[in-house]
């Protein structure tokens, strides 16, 4: 873990969101001693759970990580008390995300959990005036966009994951349509009636195209509001990204928290709360039938001399 606190860490995080890399950033802003943490100390947690910078001890980083990663996933930001149950009993601000940890240092901390993901990247395929609306309307959002003419465009024009609005209107509309969809993108939506969408598709099948990605297109694109004139359809075509945006339906680029296949379990230290390697590193402990694993000798050794008093509240996930 590289060692950064503060400004090093935000400029390092500018950095990365202007390469479209996907973190969370976490800020202290609160603690009570004796934790490590100290206010305004932050850390970049990658989707992958690395961090860069310093957010907390032993017992408090991998309980961040963790929730990093939730947070990066569902992309709304989060507030977290973490600390002994007798220090954090009390009364706890509305929309806190109370984790307690019996860590030995007694300390705790405030700390605050915010996604910074890539921003959507949108192909408008066409040439009209619409297609050209709808670019500075999804600039204006902050988001990316690139117009391609359809004569020219190929599937090599969109980007993993790429959002893709076929509006050729009646110039080259099969090919692009074949085109993007060689593309998979994220998301894909044809400019059109839909009696004009229909016989795109059906021209699409009988050259062997997947059904499975015909399903895929939407048309006509963008959310029905009614008569609106030709350049107004770019406003029908935002307000759909937008909304499926919000509803968390449109895939992001750099945003991948599944763990990977030969991940190393984990467990729960039942003394503690820290999540651990389910490993021998992890000290591991036989009761009854049961491993359990620990952060340190201390936490083993505590459990040993009287292992009911740590198993009575325990989830049924501290044990492996």
């Known amino acids: 873990m590289e060692h950064h606190t503060g400004w090093g860490v935000l400029e390092q995080a500018a950095a990365m969101a202007q390469r479209d890399e996907a973190f969370a950033l ?19 947690v990658t989707a992958s759970g690395e961090v860069h910078g310093w957010i907390g001890g032993a017992c408090a980083e991998p309980v961040i990580v963790r929730q990093a990663r939730e947070v990066l996933a569902d992309g709304t930001p989060r507030l977290l008390l973490l600390g002994p149950p007798d220090q954090i009993g009390g009364a706890v601000r509305e929309g806190t995300t109370v984790v307690p940890i019996s860590c030995q240092s007694e300390g705790a901390l405030e700390v605050f959990l915010e996604p910074v993901r890539p921003a959507p990247r949108v ?30 465009f190929s599937s090599q024009d969109v980007p993993r994951h790429g959002l893709v609005v076929v509006a050729t209107q009646g110039h080259h509309d099969e090919q692009a349509l074949e085109q ?63 909304k499926l945006r919000a509803a ?49 000798p201390g936490c083993r050794r505590a459990f040993s001399r009287g292992p009911e008093a740590y198993l009575s509240d325990q989830p049924e996930e501290a044990r492996c």
């Open 123 to 152: 192909v408008v395929v066409g040439r009209s005036p619409m297609a050209h609306t709808l670019v500075d309307l999804v600039t204006a959002l902050g988001w990316r966009a690139k117009l391609v003419d359809g004569a020219t």
């Open 180 to 242: 993007a969809l060689t593309a998979e993108p994220g998301y894909i939506a044809l400019v059109g009636s839909r009696k004009r969408g229909e016989a795109v598709l059906g021209y699409l099948a009988d050259r062997g195209i997947d059904q499975e990605k015909l399903d895929m297109v939407r048309v006509p694109a963008g959310v029905d509001l009614g008569h609106v004139s030709h350049r107004e359809i770019a406003v029908c075509v935002l307000a759909e990204l937008v």
């Open 248 to 296: 968390g339906e449109l895939p992001i680029d750099g945003v991948d928290v599944a763990e990977p296949a030969d991940k190393t379990a984990e467990a729960v230290d039942p003394v503690c709360g820290m999540t651990v390697p389910a490993d021998e590193s992890s000290r591991p402990f036989e009761y009854q039938g049961q491993t359990y694993y620990f952060c340190c």
């Open 26 to 44: 976490a800020t202290v802003v609160w603690r009570q001693g004796p934790s490590s943490g100290k206010e305004c100390n932050r850390a970049i």
